[in-house]
């Protein structure tokens, strides 16, 4: 890692708030490629996810998921569950950013991508009881879109428009779709 992107993962601790957000938009454009990087910080966003600092969690969530296309270890076949944990958190800012950002794991290989449908699919069809399921629901048809667009595969498709289908308020149903148009 260069040392302009060390002072980024540095500057998230910092103390003025635009340097912290700053040095996040650049991290995030850099997982946007392949890095050569990803190991030399992997293991410290792993111990982040589970950080008192929801702050941390959020970014940590965000830049694995970023991470897994430089991930030629597929390290993230262990440490999903761990990443899929902060979808779940109890402050949904954060929950939120992870579940706009997970679809990224599906980028990374075929194995990464069906670990991550079947996560998806599960708590699509199990997310009723929890509170923002809505929001939740959205927020994962929207990543499928966005996975979808990236590599073209039918299955996604497929699978998405399959749980829509499942939803019984028309409301939502319609909210869903207009994300695929």
Known sequence: MDSIMKSYF????AKDKNV?????????NA?????DWSYEVW???????TDSDNHRRARAAQFLAGL????????????????WEVTKESK????????????????????????????????????????HYTLIRYGMIVGLKKLYDEIKDEHIREIAMDLIECEEDNKYRKKYLSAWK
């Open 20 to 28: 912290q957000l700053e040095a996040f938009q650049h991290i995030m």
């Open 92 to 131: 949904f800012v954060t929950a939120r950013h992870t579940i706009q950002s997970i679809w990224k794991v599906g980028l990374a290989g075929k194995e990464q991508r069906e670990m991550l449908l079947n996560y998806m699919i599960d708590r699509f069809k199990n997310a009723i009881d929890e509170k």
């Open 43 to 49: 293991d410290q966003l792993i111990d982040w996810l």
């Open 68 to 83: 897994a296309i430089s991930d030629p270890e597929k390290k993230m076949l262990h440490d999903f569950p761990m990443l």
């Open 31 to 35: 997982t946007k490629e392949k890095v």
């Open 10 to 13: 540095e500057n998230l601790e």
